[in-house]
């Protein structure tokens, strides 16, 4: 087992964590190998985003094993330890700095040290200018460089979001359902740059949305209360009788 | 170098204008009255000078609170207790200068200590017969008791409603301790009967016209570091936290060290001004540390708009003329008409009166710019239709 550890970039093993007694995760166990990507589904409260809490460092599991990059314990860091260690996360709702321009959105995001006084005293690099450029293009957002980040339609804030966890430049990029409240272009789009982010990082996606699950073509995981109920192809997990009773026959 | 480069980043043309007012202020005040005689137009009474350097004195304390409000989020209900203990600080040093021409002639202790029966000065009053130790003591203080206070509460992640309720507490809390006579700062009497500063008279007119002048430019440097800071990537840092603290955490920030600095810097500006304002009114007392001191600078910030730079000046300067006005009209009234004020600004100008004038600006400005557009698009059209006019006819 630590031999299939030591190759993921993400290791899960026996983890659990209860709220007020509800059991979120319930002796969750997954494995993420490096550079893979991966879909995860499930119904409402199967613990999709708890799993990414735990992850990111936002909750403590009450047991279990969490590693990063095959050998960093995860459950000793907080959620900016984690987030300079190479795990960028992109919310459900997207958050991004309303009041901040589109490109300080980004400025923001971009690799770099996080310290109060390199920032008091930071001045912007031509490198740095290209990368944000750079970035813009990839999200389709260089025309609103300098609007608002609160005056974006939904789509483009899951968008920015993603520009953003590209910006950070992570090992690993964990995406909550990127793709809600998006048009069926928009969508496509997404799953477009997904892939192509999934070229070069590890990439977990949390989505309910069926068809851009299939878009994506990776292999899937299905959490039901808290653990694994089916894993493989999306055809395979689609057809698992145990799928159907709890989450597509509804 | 790179200070440098922080400071020259700040100075757009609205900070350029304030700092050149003040400066000039600076300048002016004192010379009309000392220089203009009383029957000129131009001349400025003695009054009016130790007024309005009270009312600087606080526009740097609103300065001070919309850093850590206006930008970072944190609303303070207790920044009077870092003015509060500027001034004890200054204060102790005034103290210290009366020497043997207090009421009981004593050399080294303060006339209420001769009066408790105190046989030697406390170990704190140590120092403060030097001005350079009183000055490092003017920020180190305040700077600490926030650093300290930060470091507990933002490590924590205490925010919002209850963070604003703690700070209430604690400058409560220092009204409580400074009211004890055993605490050696003077009990509710405070300190007073000062008589030199820096060797120069409290009274005279040239030292009230000095300490204007150094209140005014303390004031334009520090509206120079606030616009330096908020417009380096800490500020944009700043607001981020201020909008989305925890997405700042998932992008590898602390939040809590930048509110901690914030709120430190903070302190130490409000502490000088604290310290400017003693000399200006001939007295330090505990009722400064009153909750409401502190809720007062709040609706300040508020009607001249926060986390703008020349907002919290403006609202200082306003409210403070209402209030002189106000509290010599009608002086019952006073607490109803500033708590209708806070209401009316939350309810009615939600972004202060700097705050809406910027955003109306802003507006026209790209009104006027539409509306050019919309006319060079016109042109050129007509312009085309001429042109394929002129084709369909050839």
């Not at chain 1, 987030?83 to 589109?102: D, L």
């Not at chain 2, 000065?121 to 003591?137: I, K, R």
Request: hydrophobic letters at 50%; proline letters at 3%.
């Amino acid at each position: 087992m630590t031999e299939r550890r030591r190759n993921s970039i993400l290791y899960l093993d026996g983890v659990s964590v209860a709220f007020d007694g509800f059991k979120a995760i319930n002796n969750l166990s997954l494995v993420l190998d490096k550079g893979e990507m991966r879909a995860i589904i499930g119904p409402n409260g199967a613990g999709k985003t708890t799993m990414m809490d735990i992850v990111t460092g936002k909750t403590r599991p009450d047991e279990g094993e969490v590693y990063f990059d095959g050998m960093v314990d995860l459950t000793r860091h907080d959620e900016a330890d984690i987030a300079n260690m190479g795990i960028g996360r992109k919310f459900q709702k997207p958050t991004v700095f309303e009041g901040h321009t589109v490109e300080d959105n980004v400025a923001l995001a971009l690799a770099g040290s996080r310290g109060v006084f390199s920032t008091l005293f930071y001045r912007s690099t031509s490198a740095g200018e290209g990368r944000i450029r750079e970035i813009l293009d990839i999200i389709r957002l260089s025309h609103l460089r300098g609007e608002t980040a609160a005056n974006l339609s939904h789509g483009q804030k899951q968008w920015l979001e993603i520009g953003m966890l590209l910006a950070q430049d992570p090992k690993l990029l964990l995406v909550d359902e990127p793709v809600a409240g998006m048009t069926d272009a928009e969508t496509e789009e997404t799953a477009r740059l997904l892939r192509e982010i999934a070229t070069d990082h590890s990439v977990i996606v949390v989505e309910h949305d069926m068809d851009f699950v299939r878009e994506l073509g990776v292999k899937v995981t299905c959490l039901h209360e808290g653990s694994v109920l089916s894993e493989g192809s999306i055809d395979h997990v689609s057809a698992d009788p145990k799928v159907v009773e709890v989450y597509l026959g509804r | 170098m790179i200070v440098g480069h922080l400071l020259k980043n700040g100075l757009t043309r609205p900070i350029l204008i304030t700092l050149l007012i003040l400066i000039a202020a600076a300048v002016l005040v004192p010379v009309a009255n000392l220089a203009l005689p009383p029957s000129n137009p131009f001349h400025v009474s003695s009054f009016m000078v130790a007024l309005t350097g009270k009312y600087l004195t606080y526009a740097l304390l609103a300065l001070a609170l919309d850093l850590v409000w206006g930008f970072c989020g944190i609303l303070s209900l207790g920044h009077g207790a870092f003015f509060a203990l500027g001034g004890y600080a200054m204060g102790m040093y005034l103290m210290r200068q009366i020497g043997s021409r207090g009421v009981y002639g004593n050399p080294v202790l303060p006339d209420f200590m001769v009066f408790l029966n105190w046989k030697e000065l406390p170990w704190y009053w140590y120092g403060f017969d030097q001005f350079w130790f009183a000055f490092v003591m003017i920020m180190l203080v305040p700077g600490l008791l926030a650093f300290v206070f930060g470091w507990f509460a933002f490590r924590s992640r205490v925010t919002g409603v209850y963070l604003s309720i703690i700070t209430q507490a604690m400058t409560y809390a220092l009204l409580l301790a400074f009211f004890r006579n055993d605490m050696g700062f003077g009990g509710n009497n405070g300190l007073t009967d000062f008589k030199d500063i820096l060797g120069f008279s409290v009274q005279a007119d040239g030292t009230r016209g000095a300490l204007f002048a150094a209140s005014a430019l303390a004031l334009a440097l520090g509206v120079w570091l606030t616009a330096a800071i908020t417009s380096s990537k800490f500020g944009k840092l700043m607001i981020a936290v201020r909008d989305a603290e925890s997405r700042t955490r998932f992008l590898g920030y602390r939040p809590e060290m930048v509110k901690l600095f914030a709120f430190t810097l903070s302190a130490v500006m409000a502490g000088i001004a604290g310290a400017l304002y003693v000399p200006q009114v001939g007295i330090i007392n505990p009722g400064e540390f009153a909750p409401a001191n502190s809720i007062e600078v709040v609706v300040w910030t508020a009607v001249g708009g926060r986390g703008t730079i020349i907002g919290p000046i403006v609202g200082a300067l306003l409210v403070n003329a209402g209030k002189s006005w106000f509290t010599g009209v009608l002086p019952e009234f006073w607490l109803f008409a500033l708590g209708g004020l806070f209401v009316a600004v939350t309810l009615f100008l939600p972004k202060g009166i700097v705050g809406t004038i910027a955003h109306g600006w802003k507006a026209r400005r790209l009104l006027i710019k539409s509306r050019e557009e919309q006319k060079a698009r016109e042109i050129s059209e007509e312009q085309a239709e001429t042109e394929a006019a002129v084709e369909a006819a050839q």
